[in-house]
């Protein structure tokens, strides 16, 4: 029997505010352990929430960013579940009324249209704190500075098919955070996180299979590979005549697999009501209006705009405006050498091969916007050729020196003299007389091959059309 996969994702994403979602410590990461606490965010007795107006902000800024309804009165839950990491031994979420929801989002598709993909609900709750296992000890330590970071989950449909539309809603959603400057999408630190919930069922079918959930996944890559191992693994279960069980799995990127952890929760496990603490979040349409009014330019918007004012092809501008610090790049380096297919081929071949290679992002580079417009001018004005300009980018990268001085160190300046030019050239034609004959008797095409050992014989240093002009007069 053939088996379609079904994928609905439940992503956290922690939101930049100062401070936390119900008390005044900070919301920063990484200082000291247990650093940035206080009686409310650890839960001591006779300790009283105060709900933080800036992540209420944030939030309606996501629901508004993906056409999801705001609703006008939601309200806060205790989700009570005992970990170690949790020290009230409830969590203050949202389920009942939460603040948003019956949103979407638009992905690529495989037949290069778009699909859109829906959001059930996007709800405000406070994050845990984090355990540190010690693998030579029986023991693991806990640090609170993250319990009472704010936190949004959005919760998709269950429209996803593929673990490629899986991981394109993933990076759809994380810009849309980063654009809204809400979230800064950092899957490492964990401030953008997911859990996904996959079954299986018969190809037409409506029926939903029994669904497995899938944590510990901290890159795109990483959910890709689990979520095809979990299909895999959950086909072979079906296809011998077993049963799928409910259960939480973690996947290990080691041993690329998933494994039990533990069985899957229901909502009635978590005993949900409301929070006596904290009233229930009235939300005015004023204030939404405002809010939508102040809206940044969105990734899709940002797309259009660049296809029309760079005249760049819709796959470019796509590739750049995924993320927002890779479009404000690219935008930077095209007002400082206005050639935008030029910056765009630079940027979405050498840029993001060394990046991805060094596995950083684009803030990260040491190459800057002013870097790569300044090697594309000595291009422009004859002063170095393409070959040299990839030698010169990936020393840029490396030094973090600029172009010019990279070229005057390493003498790398082109060769336009046409005197200087005709001994490497008269010499590659009398060192292949075989070649030369082959060629004026109608080879037309070893044309190329003198013209690489002449760049050959420079070192890459000769101007490639004033090599042409050359050999063109003297094979004539």
Request: hydrophobic share 35%.
């Amino acid at each position: 029997m053939e088996y379609e996969a079904v994928i609905g994702l439940e992503v956290h994403a922690q939101l930049l505010t100062g401070s936390k979602i119900f008390c005044n410590c900070s919301a920063a990461f990484g200082a000291e352990p247990n650093t940035h606490t206080c009686p409310v965010c650890t839960g001591m007795p006779g300790s009283l929430p105060v709900l933080n107006r800036k992540a209420v902000e944030f939030a309606i800024k996501l629901a508004l960013a993906t056409d999801s309804h705001v609703a006008p009165l939601s309200l806060f839950a205790r989700k009570n579940y005992f970990y170690p990491d949790l020290p009230k031994g409830y969590q203050i979420s949202q389920y009942e009324l939460p603040l948003a929801v019956q949103g979407s989002v638009e992905i690529p598709s495989a037949d290069g249209g778009k699909k859109r993909i829906g959001i059930t609900r996007i709800h405000m709750e406070e994050d845990a704190g984090k355990l540190f296992h010690d693998e030579a000890k029986p023991f693991s330590y806990v640090d609170f500075n993250r319990t009472g970071v704010p936190l949004l989950e959005i919760v998709s449909e269950p429209d996803l098919r593929t673990p490629q539309e899986a991981a394109d809603y993933l990076r759809v959603l994380r810009a849309i955070l980063q654009y809204l400057e809400i979230c800064d999408g950092n899957m490492e630190e964990g401030s953008f996180r997911c859990d996904a919930n996959v079954s299986l069922r018969p190809v037409g079918s409506k029926t939903l299979g029994t669904r497995t959930e899938v944590k510990n996944m901290n890159s795109f890559r990483h959910v890709e590979r689990a979520l095809a191992y979990e299909i895999e693994r959950q086909n072979e279960v079906l296809e011998s005549g077993g049963a799928v069980v409910q259960e939480t799995r973690l996947w290990d990127p080691q041993k690329g697999i998933t494994e039990a952890m533990r069985g899957k929760e229901e909502a009635h496990d978590y005993r949900y009501f409301p929070d006596p603490d904290l009233v229930p979040l009235a939300i005015d349409a004023q204030w939404i209006e405002e809010i939508r009014k102040g809206l940044p330019e969105l990734p899709l918007q940002r797309k259009e705009r660049f296809i029309q004012a760079y005249q760049i092809p819709e796959y470019d501008a796509g590739v750049i405006t995924a993320s927002k610090a890779l479009a404000d790049y690219y935008e930077e380096c095209v007002r400082l050498f206005p050639e935008p297919k030029q910056v765009a081929n630079w940027i979405m071949g050498d840029l993001l091969r060394l990046l991805k290679e060094d596995e950083k992002e684009v803030e990260e580079s040491p190459l800057s916007p002013q870097h790569l417009a300044g090697m594309l001018g000595l291009m422009k004005d004859g002063t170095i050729s393409g070959k040299i300009a990839k030698t010169v980018f990936e020393e840029m990268y490396k030094t973090g020196k600029g172009a010019q001085e990279i070229v005057k160190e390493q003498g790398l300046v082109q060769i336009t003299d046409e005197e200087a030019l005709t001994k490497p050239i008269d010499e590659v034609l009398q060192n292949n007389p075989n070649e030369v004959a082959a060629y004026k008797g109608g080879k037309d095409k070893l044309f190329g091959f003198f013209v690489g050992q002449v760049m050959k014989a420079t070192q890459g240093k000769a101007n490639p059309q004033l090599v042409n002009q050359i050999l063109k007069k003297k094979l004539s």
